[in-house]
Protein backbone atom coordinates (compact mmCIF):
# COMPACT_ATOMS: atom_id res chain seq x y z
CA UNK A 1 0.00 0.00 0.00
CA UNK A 2 1.39 3.39 -1.17
CA UNK A 3 0.02 7.23 0.26
CA UNK A 4 1.27 10.59 -0.55
CA UNK A 5 2.87 11.11 2.83
CA UNK A 6 2.64 14.84 4.73
CA UNK A 7 5.96 16.69 4.06
CA UNK A 8 8.70 16.85 6.97
CA UNK A 9 10.78 20.00 6.96
CA UNK A 10 13.04 19.31 10.56
CA UNK A 11 13.54 22.53 12.83
CA UNK A 12 16.28 24.63 11.78
CA UNK A 13 17.14 25.25 15.71
CA UNK A 14 16.90 21.49 16.32
CA UNK A 15 20.21 20.68 14.21
CA UNK A 16 21.62 16.92 13.89
CA UNK A 17 19.90 13.84 15.23
CA UNK A 18 20.38 14.28 18.73
CA UNK A 19 18.42 17.67 19.60
CA UNK A 20 15.84 15.65 17.66
CA UNK A 21 15.98 13.18 19.77
CA UNK A 22 16.10 14.94 23.03
CA UNK A 23 13.89 18.08 22.86
CA UNK A 24 10.54 15.97 23.42
CA UNK A 25 12.00 14.44 26.37
CA UNK A 26 13.36 17.27 28.02
CA UNK A 27 11.93 20.18 27.26
CA UNK A 28 8.19 19.02 26.14
CA UNK A 29 5.35 18.56 28.51
CA UNK A 30 3.05 16.11 26.83
CA UNK A 31 -0.56 17.48 26.64
CA UNK A 32 -3.17 17.18 29.79
CA UNK A 33 -5.60 14.51 28.93
CA UNK A 34 -8.09 13.16 31.09
CA UNK A 35 -8.04 9.32 30.53
CA UNK A 36 -9.29 6.47 32.07
CA UNK A 37 -6.89 3.30 33.71
CA UNK A 38 -8.12 0.09 33.35
CA UNK A 39 -6.47 -3.25 34.76
CA UNK A 40 -6.05 -6.01 32.70
CA UNK A 41 -4.74 -8.86 34.18
CA UNK A 42 -3.01 -11.64 32.69
CA UNK A 43 -3.34 -15.50 32.22
CA UNK A 44 -0.06 -15.80 34.61
CA UNK A 45 -1.05 -13.86 37.18
CA UNK A 46 0.78 -10.77 36.05
CA UNK A 47 -0.89 -7.31 34.86
CA UNK A 48 -0.80 -4.62 32.27
CA UNK A 49 -2.23 -1.04 33.14
CA UNK A 50 -4.66 0.73 30.21
CA UNK A 51 -5.38 4.38 29.61
CA UNK A 52 -8.37 5.04 27.67
CA UNK A 53 -9.05 8.76 26.41
CA UNK A 54 -12.36 9.82 24.03
CA UNK A 55 -15.58 8.92 23.56
CA UNK A 56 -17.28 5.57 24.67
CA UNK A 57 -18.76 4.62 21.69
CA UNK A 58 -19.35 0.54 20.58
CA UNK A 59 -18.75 1.60 16.31
CA UNK A 60 -15.78 4.40 17.45
CA UNK A 61 -12.50 3.71 15.58
CA UNK A 62 -9.64 2.40 18.31
CA UNK A 63 -6.53 3.39 18.53
CA UNK A 64 -4.05 1.70 20.65
CA UNK A 65 -1.12 3.14 21.43
CA UNK A 66 2.26 1.39 22.64
CA UNK A 67 5.72 3.06 24.05
CA UNK A 68 9.02 2.32 23.77
CA UNK A 69 11.93 0.97 26.29
CA UNK A 70 11.55 2.64 30.04
CA UNK A 71 9.25 4.77 28.49
CA UNK A 72 5.15 4.62 29.32
CA UNK A 73 1.63 5.97 28.85
CA UNK A 74 3.18 9.07 29.84
CA UNK A 75 6.06 9.42 27.60
CA UNK A 76 4.85 12.53 25.42
CA UNK A 77 4.70 10.99 22.41
CA UNK A 78 1.87 8.47 23.93
CA UNK A 79 0.27 11.84 25.03
CA UNK A 80 0.18 13.65 21.76
CA UNK A 81 -0.67 10.87 19.64
CA UNK A 82 -3.97 10.40 21.93
CA UNK A 83 -4.79 14.12 21.98
CA UNK A 84 -4.36 13.75 18.19
CA UNK A 85 -6.45 10.89 17.68
CA UNK A 86 -8.85 13.28 19.91
CA UNK A 87 -9.35 15.25 17.66
CA UNK A 88 -10.52 12.74 15.10
CA UNK A 89 -13.16 11.97 17.30
CA UNK A 90 -11.64 8.69 17.28
CA UNK A 91 -10.81 6.77 21.04
CA UNK A 92 -7.47 5.61 22.06
CA UNK A 93 -5.93 3.46 24.79
CA UNK A 94 -2.25 3.42 25.75
CA UNK A 95 -0.51 0.37 27.08
CA UNK A 96 1.75 0.43 29.67
CA UNK A 97 3.88 -2.87 29.35
CA UNK A 98 4.33 -4.99 32.99
CA UNK A 99 5.70 -2.65 35.67
CA UNK A 100 5.46 0.63 33.61
CA UNK A 101 2.24 2.26 34.77
CA UNK A 102 4.14 3.13 38.23
CA UNK A 103 3.58 -0.06 40.02
CA UNK A 104 5.91 -3.31 39.37
CA UNK A 105 4.56 -5.84 38.50
CA UNK A 106 3.59 -8.59 40.32
CA UNK A 107 6.34 -11.13 38.34
CA UNK A 108 10.24 -11.44 38.05
CA UNK A 109 9.51 -11.30 34.31
CA UNK A 110 8.96 -8.20 32.57
CA UNK A 111 8.91 -7.21 29.17
CA UNK A 112 11.58 -6.93 26.01
CA UNK A 113 11.68 -6.07 22.55
CA UNK A 114 9.92 -9.24 21.55
CA UNK A 115 6.97 -9.86 24.18
CA UNK A 116 4.66 -9.99 21.30
CA UNK A 117 2.47 -12.53 23.17
CA UNK A 118 1.83 -9.81 25.76
CA UNK A 119 0.43 -7.43 22.53
CA UNK A 120 -1.36 -10.40 21.72
CA UNK A 121 -3.25 -10.45 25.01
CA UNK A 122 -4.07 -6.47 25.31
CA UNK A 123 -5.33 -6.34 21.30
CA UNK A 124 -7.62 -9.95 22.15
CA UNK A 125 -9.08 -8.01 25.23
CA UNK A 126 -9.93 -4.97 23.18
CA UNK A 127 -11.12 -6.80 20.12
CA UNK A 128 -13.67 -8.53 23.28
CA UNK A 129 -14.56 -5.15 24.98
CA UNK A 130 -15.03 -3.06 21.33
CA UNK A 131 -15.79 -5.92 19.00
CA UNK A 132 -17.36 -3.77 16.56
CA UNK A 133 -14.79 -0.51 16.23
CA UNK A 134 -12.52 -0.34 14.03
CA UNK A 135 -8.77 -1.49 15.89
CA UNK A 136 -5.72 0.23 14.94
CA UNK A 137 -2.13 0.43 16.71
CA UNK A 138 0.95 2.41 16.64
CA UNK A 139 4.15 1.94 18.25
CA UNK A 140 6.99 3.24 19.04
CA UNK A 141 10.76 1.91 19.10
CA UNK A 142 10.59 -0.96 20.90
CA UNK A 143 6.56 -0.98 21.14
CA UNK A 144 7.46 -0.48 17.23
CA UNK A 145 9.19 -3.69 17.20
CA UNK A 146 6.98 -5.93 19.33
CA UNK A 147 4.03 -4.41 16.78
CA UNK A 148 5.32 -5.59 13.45
CA UNK A 149 7.12 -9.05 15.02
CA UNK A 150 3.33 -9.73 16.06
CA UNK A 151 2.15 -8.45 12.63
CA UNK A 152 4.69 -10.64 11.33
CA UNK A 153 3.29 -13.81 13.23
CA UNK A 154 0.20 -13.08 12.64
CA UNK A 155 -0.22 -12.93 8.82
CA UNK A 156 -4.01 -12.98 8.07
CA UNK A 157 -5.31 -13.79 10.99
CA UNK A 158 -4.43 -10.03 12.64
CA UNK A 159 -7.82 -8.34 13.77
CA UNK A 160 -5.72 -4.85 13.19
CA UNK A 161 -7.15 -2.98 10.32
CA UNK A 162 -4.00 -0.90 10.05
CA UNK A 163 -0.44 0.17 11.89
CA UNK A 164 1.82 2.38 12.39
CA UNK A 165 5.16 1.62 13.80
CA UNK A 166 8.21 4.51 14.01
CA UNK A 167 11.44 4.57 15.13
CA UNK A 168 12.51 1.05 15.27
CA UNK A 169 14.83 -1.15 15.91
CA UNK A 170 14.53 -3.55 13.72
CA UNK A 171 17.91 -5.75 14.54
CA UNK A 172 18.65 -5.78 17.91
CA UNK A 173 22.01 -6.98 17.96
CA UNK A 174 23.35 -4.01 15.37
CA UNK A 175 21.09 -1.58 17.15
CA UNK A 176 23.11 -2.80 20.34
CA UNK A 177 25.98 -2.47 19.01
CA UNK A 178 25.33 1.39 17.59
CA UNK A 179 24.22 2.51 20.76
CA UNK A 180 27.45 2.53 22.37
CA UNK A 181 29.48 4.39 19.59
CA UNK A 182 30.11 8.24 20.33
CA UNK A 183 27.68 10.61 21.74
CA UNK A 184 24.66 7.38 21.85
CA UNK A 185 26.56 5.99 24.62
CA UNK A 186 24.93 8.92 26.52
CA UNK A 187 21.72 6.94 25.55
CA UNK A 188 23.13 3.38 26.79
CA UNK A 189 23.98 4.41 30.36
CA UNK A 190 20.59 6.52 30.55
CA UNK A 191 19.07 3.19 29.52
CA UNK A 192 21.15 1.08 31.72
CA UNK A 193 20.18 3.01 34.64
CA UNK A 194 16.50 2.96 34.20
CA UNK A 195 16.49 -0.58 33.43
CA UNK A 196 18.77 -1.81 36.67
CA UNK A 197 16.08 0.19 38.53
CA UNK A 198 13.46 -1.44 36.97
CA UNK A 199 14.71 -4.72 38.38
CA UNK A 200 15.65 -3.05 41.80
CA UNK A 201 12.72 -1.39 42.32
CA UNK A 202 11.07 -5.28 41.78
CA UNK A 203 13.71 -6.76 44.16
CA UNK A 204 12.49 -4.05 47.11
CA UNK A 205 8.83 -4.94 46.07
CA UNK A 206 8.74 -8.43 46.46
CA UNK A 207 10.86 -8.09 49.49
CA UNK A 208 8.45 -6.38 50.99
CA UNK A 209 5.45 -8.90 49.75
CA UNK A 210 7.55 -12.17 51.37
CA UNK A 211 6.91 -13.08 47.18
CA UNK A 212 10.06 -15.44 47.99
CA UNK A 213 9.73 -17.36 44.63
CA UNK A 214 9.88 -14.15 42.32
CA UNK A 215 12.73 -12.52 44.54
CA UNK A 216 14.71 -15.75 44.28
CA UNK A 217 14.41 -15.47 40.37
CA UNK A 218 15.78 -11.70 40.65
CA UNK A 219 18.48 -12.58 42.71
CA UNK A 220 19.70 -15.98 40.47
CA UNK A 221 20.60 -12.82 38.17
CA UNK A 222 23.34 -11.91 40.47
CA UNK A 223 25.33 -8.29 40.88
CA UNK A 224 23.28 -5.93 38.94
CA UNK A 225 26.77 -3.69 39.04
CA UNK A 226 29.14 -3.50 36.26
CA UNK A 227 26.71 -3.33 33.46
CA UNK A 228 27.56 -0.58 30.49
CA UNK A 229 25.83 -2.42 27.43
CA UNK A 230 22.81 -3.95 26.15
CA UNK A 231 25.08 -6.76 25.50
CA UNK A 232 25.59 -6.76 29.32
CA UNK A 233 22.04 -6.38 30.47
CA UNK A 234 19.93 -8.63 27.80
CA UNK A 235 22.80 -11.34 28.54
CA UNK A 236 22.18 -11.01 32.10
CA UNK A 237 18.80 -10.39 32.71
CA UNK A 238 16.64 -10.39 30.03
CA UNK A 239 17.78 -13.82 28.07
CA UNK A 240 17.24 -15.65 31.60
CA UNK A 241 14.31 -13.77 32.81
CA UNK A 242 12.29 -14.52 29.65
CA UNK A 243 13.58 -18.04 28.37
CA UNK A 244 16.31 -17.11 25.69
CA UNK A 245 19.66 -18.92 25.83
CA UNK A 246 21.99 -15.88 25.42
CA UNK A 247 21.67 -11.76 24.31
CA UNK A 248 22.48 -13.63 20.51
CA UNK A 249 19.36 -16.34 20.98
CA UNK A 250 17.25 -13.08 22.45
CA UNK A 251 18.32 -10.85 19.22
CA UNK A 252 17.86 -13.47 17.03
CA UNK A 253 13.95 -14.19 17.90
CA UNK A 254 13.20 -10.88 19.15
CA UNK A 255 14.04 -8.60 16.07
CA UNK A 256 11.01 -7.37 13.77
CA UNK A 257 13.38 -7.50 10.68
CA UNK A 258 12.75 -11.10 10.58
CA UNK A 259 8.96 -10.99 10.52
CA UNK A 260 8.35 -7.93 8.08
CA UNK A 261 7.69 -10.47 5.29
CA UNK A 262 4.52 -11.87 7.12
CA UNK A 263 2.83 -8.97 7.65
CA UNK A 264 -0.74 -8.52 5.91
CA UNK A 265 -1.90 -5.42 7.71
CA UNK A 266 -1.74 -2.26 5.85
CA UNK A 267 1.23 -1.01 8.04
CA UNK A 268 3.18 2.58 7.99
CA UNK A 269 6.57 2.40 9.42
CA UNK A 270 8.16 6.19 9.35
CA UNK A 271 11.73 6.35 9.96
CA UNK A 272 15.15 8.48 9.84
CA UNK A 273 17.99 7.86 8.30
CA UNK A 274 19.79 10.05 11.25
CA UNK A 275 18.58 7.88 14.22
CA UNK A 276 21.33 7.89 16.70
CA UNK A 277 20.01 4.56 17.82
CA UNK A 278 19.46 2.83 15.08
CA UNK A 279 22.39 1.40 12.64
CA UNK A 280 21.59 1.71 9.01
CA UNK A 281 22.27 -1.95 8.18
CA UNK A 282 19.41 -2.66 10.39
CA UNK A 283 17.09 -1.19 8.06
CA UNK A 284 15.17 -3.31 6.07
CA UNK A 285 15.65 -3.11 2.13
CA UNK A 286 12.34 -2.89 0.26
CA UNK A 287 12.60 -6.02 -0.91
CA UNK A 288 12.37 -7.64 2.32
CA UNK A 289 8.72 -5.60 2.87
CA UNK A 290 5.22 -7.27 2.27
CA UNK A 291 2.96 -5.68 -0.30
CA UNK A 292 0.61 -4.40 2.63
CA UNK A 293 3.35 -2.58 4.00
CA UNK A 294 4.91 1.36 3.03
CA UNK A 295 8.39 2.48 4.71
CA UNK A 296 8.60 6.15 5.05
CA UNK A 297 12.55 6.65 5.00
CA UNK A 298 13.13 10.36 6.08
CA UNK A 299 16.94 12.00 5.99
CA UNK A 300 16.39 13.48 9.07
CA UNK A 301 14.63 13.56 12.67
CA UNK A 302 16.41 11.68 14.97
CA UNK A 303 15.06 9.17 16.97
CA UNK A 304 10.82 9.38 18.28
CA UNK A 305 11.59 13.18 16.99
CA UNK A 306 10.80 14.90 13.30
CA UNK A 307 10.01 17.80 15.01
CA UNK A 308 9.64 21.15 12.96
CA UNK A 309 7.96 24.65 13.30
CA UNK A 310 9.83 27.48 15.25
CA UNK A 311 10.49 27.41 18.94
CA UNK A 312 7.70 29.51 20.21
CA UNK A 313 5.52 26.62 17.89
CA UNK A 314 7.02 23.96 17.14
CA UNK A 315 5.32 21.38 15.09
CA UNK A 316 5.18 17.61 15.89
CA UNK A 317 5.20 15.97 12.54
CA UNK A 318 4.04 12.17 13.99
CA UNK A 319 1.18 13.69 15.44
CA UNK A 320 -0.18 15.13 12.26
CA UNK A 321 1.37 12.15 9.50
CA UNK A 322 0.16 9.32 11.70
CA UNK A 323 -3.35 10.59 12.47
CA UNK A 324 -3.71 11.34 8.35
CA UNK A 325 -3.14 8.27 7.39
CA UNK A 326 -5.22 6.49 9.84
CA UNK A 327 -7.62 8.24 8.76
CA UNK A 328 -7.21 7.82 5.09
CA UNK A 329 -6.56 4.14 5.55
CA UNK A 330 -10.01 3.99 7.53
CA UNK A 331 -11.77 5.96 4.69
CA UNK A 332 -10.42 3.71 2.36
CA UNK A 333 -12.05 1.02 4.49
CA UNK A 334 -8.96 -0.55 5.49
Known amino acids: MQTSSLPFEPAWWLPGPHLQTLYGSLLRKGPALQRERERLWLEDGDFIDLDWHGPHNARTPLVLAVHGLTGSSDSHYIRGLQQAVQGLGWTSVALNWRGCSGEPNHLARGYHSGVSED ?60 IGIGFSRV ?13 RTKQRAFAERGSVENLAA ?15 FDGRVTAPLHGFADAHDYYRRA ?3 YYLGGIHTPTLII ?18 LSSSTELQLLE ?23 PAWLLALHGSGG
Open 119 to 178: LAAVIEHLRAKRPLAPLYAVGYSLGGNVLLKYLGERGADSPLRGAVAVSVPFRLDRCADR
Open 187 to 199: YQAHFMRELTSYV
Open 218 to 232: LERLGPLDGMRTFWD
Open 255 to 257: SSR
Open 271 to 288: HSSDDPFIDAGSIPAVAE
Open 300 to 322: RGGHVGFIGGTPARPDYYLERRI
